[in-house]
């Protein structure tokens, strides 16, 4: 065979690290990893080179070693790329996927600077506040998950309305109560706001506080923008009622600790059919590492069947994508992107100001994985961004690639 051009398509990622190299096709989710020789590492390193637009000359020599053509088939086979002998055909070209944020933060900087920064409100979509505290609260788990604290400081109603207004954004489309409602000082205006707006209200509620206030819920005319997520902790003693004529939109997570706890809730909430559909979250309490290590921890099986597409990837590699776009005020008053993180101020600050903060100073909204291990591993960009299980364990990467 003569010399030909290796294009790859333009919708196939190319990730190389000192002995490995993943190909992964966005368009049908093939993947395609290879412990790389010196051969392949050339030719990879050129194929990365942007000028070279996705396409680098293969020698007739090069062709014939057995390592290379069985590289070049695979990419074919997988429809990730394709050959093209050089005699009497232009280059090919086709472009690497190359992200672009335009929501940069130099952007950013530039409109604060220009007094347009109105539009960084465009990137909120989720608030949370915590309104007051329950006696059935946890004041660690939050930092985990959206759970009542214990502390019982209610959250003034103006402010908590007043920063919502603040916001002003058409692309907010979510705000989160956590705390006992039905304990808060101004609880009837407290709700006849919630129904009164065209935001989705979701609130977050111990199964407990829940089950004491049944029948105020049910008296309530709750409108469809409001819906209930009912939190149980699994280690606590609890009763599961009927909810029969009960008008709400609801939700239920579960949070679990071990094996034998999430076996047990499964059983007890299996006895009633408006549970089934929890959602189980698991917790680090700080002596449960072993269940996260076996039940939490990314294995290679799993990172095989991550399926992303080109704008997902683009996404992991540029935002995290269980931070970005949210805001939580606790009944202090504090605002965080990030409760594990450092304020960003407080709610009597305004919007822009806390959210062009987090984007130029912040830690949790562009929190990626491009520290080590994880900026050395060819699934860096395929695996999802950094959690709150992370800090709580205090380890980078909670996998079994590196262990
Ligand atoms: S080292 Fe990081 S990027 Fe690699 S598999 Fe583990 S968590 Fe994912």
Known sequence: MKNCWLTLRSDVFLWLTQDECLIYNSNNHKKLSFTVNDEIR???????????????????????????????????DNDAGYLKPCSNTIKPISLKPILKIQDSINYYTKKYNEELAGEIIHNLYELT??????????????????????????????????????????????????????????????????CNSKIRFTINITIQDFEDNIQRIKEIQWTDNTQFNILID????????????LCINMSVTV?????????????????????RDAQITPIYNGENFDFFHSNVFISKSEINEIALSKREVFMRQAINI?????????????VFANVNMNPLGSINNSMVSLIYKEFTKGQSWLRI????????????????????????????NLCHIIE
Request: net charge negative.
């Open 369 to 396: 994985r491009d520290q080590k291990p994880c900026a050395d591993c060819i699934y860096q960009w395929l695996c999802p961004s950094p959690s709150n299980y992370e800090i709580a364990i205090g380890k980078p």
């Open 255 to 275: 949070l679990v600790f071990t094996e034998e706890n999430y076996k047990s809730i499964i059983d007890k909430l299996d006895t009633l059919p408006v549970y």
């Open 42 to 76: 050339k030719i990879c390193q050129q194929l990365l080179i942007p000028i070279n637009l996705y396409t680098v000359e293969i020698s007739e020599i090069s062709l014939e070693e057995k390592s290379v053509r069985q590289w070049i088939d695979c990419i074919i």
């Open 129 to 194: 506040f915590y309104i007051n505290g329950s006696e059935y609260g946890n004041n660690s788990w939050y930092k985990q998950t959206v759970f009542p604290l214990k502390s019982c400081q209610p959250l003034d109603i103006q402010k908590l309305f007043g920063f919502i207004q603040n916001a002003k954004s058409n692309f907010l489309s979510n705000i989160n109560l956590s705390g006992n409602i039905f304990l808060y000082p101004d609880y009837v205006s407290l709700v006849e706001e919630i």
């Open 234 to 245: 699994s280690q606590s003693d609890f009763t599961l009622i009927s909810l029969d004529g």
């Open 322 to 334: 269980y931070d970005f776009g949210k805001l939580t005020v606790l009944s202090d008053e504090q």
